[in-house]
């Protein structure tokens, strides 16, 4: 029963990240990029934040939270690109 669970959620997360993807590409323009890296900053964030309450190792929990923080000032940064883009656009 797992196996199956493996195989379908592998499944998914292979559509998800396939359409993610084209969206990039269908993107083109430096904006959209910029907003696609940020969606992936975010991703990024929300695992490791998961990761980090999941963990049994205090300092590996600790690590995820940090590596979470600068996911997010990671997707920060890049918004904050996208929008002087657009303004100079």
């Not at 493996?6 to 499944?11: A, H, L, S």
């Amino acid at each position: 029963m797992n196996d199956i669970r493996n195989r379908q959620n592998k499944k998914e997360a292979e559509r998800k990240e396939a359409n993610m993807r084209g969206n990039a590409e269908n993107a083109g323009d430096e904006t959209g990029l910029l907003h696609y890296l940020a969606k992936m900053e975010d991703l990024a964030e929300k695992k490791s934040k998961i990761y980090s309450r999941l963990l049994i190792d205090p300092r590996l929990a600790q690590d995820m939270e940090s590596l979470a923080v600068a996911h997010a000032q990671g997707k920060k940064t890049l918004l904050t690109l996208a929008k002087k883009e657009e303004k100079n656009a």
